[in-house]
Nanobody, 128 residues
């Protein structure tokens, strides 16, 4: 049974930092693209950051570039998202996901339709 479990969410003031983790099991996630997505109340889920299997290539949404860093530890089967300089508009439920494919075009890698397995989400709240 495939499981993705996010942790590390919480509440922080604007300008602060949080680090999210996503532990995977029951699936060889190391050979697949992985990503972080978020959904704010009343909004559609959007791609935040994604990473290719080797871990050296990453893609970010314009809204988080320069502030968020995605990384992965394939040996630990864990995906990470370090979030710095947080803004109130970053408030959302954050989800990690494993893609259907081992490679995705950069313009597709933040498309949630490309992802097969999802975690249950962890809440991030940023106050002003």
């Amino acid at each position: 049974q495939v499981q993705l479990v996010e942790s590390g969410g919480g509440s922080v003031q604007a300008g602060g930092s949080l680090g999210l983790s996503c532990a995977t099991s029951g699936y060889t996630s190391s050979g697949y693209c992985m990503g972080w997505f978020r959904q704010a109340p009343g909004k559609e889920r959007e791609g935040v950051a994604a990473i290719y299997p080797g871990g050296s290539s990453t893609v970010y949404a314009d809204s988080v570039k320069g502030r968020f860093t995605i990384s992965r530890d394939n040996a630990k089967k864990t995906l990470y998202l370090q979030m710095n300089s947080l803004k109130p508009e970053d408030t959302a439920m954050y989800y990690c996901a494993v893609a259907n494919n081992r490679w995705l075009r950069p313009d597709m890698i933040l498309d949630q339709l490309q992802y097969r397995y999802w975690g249950q989400g962890t809440q991030v709240t940023v106050s002003s």
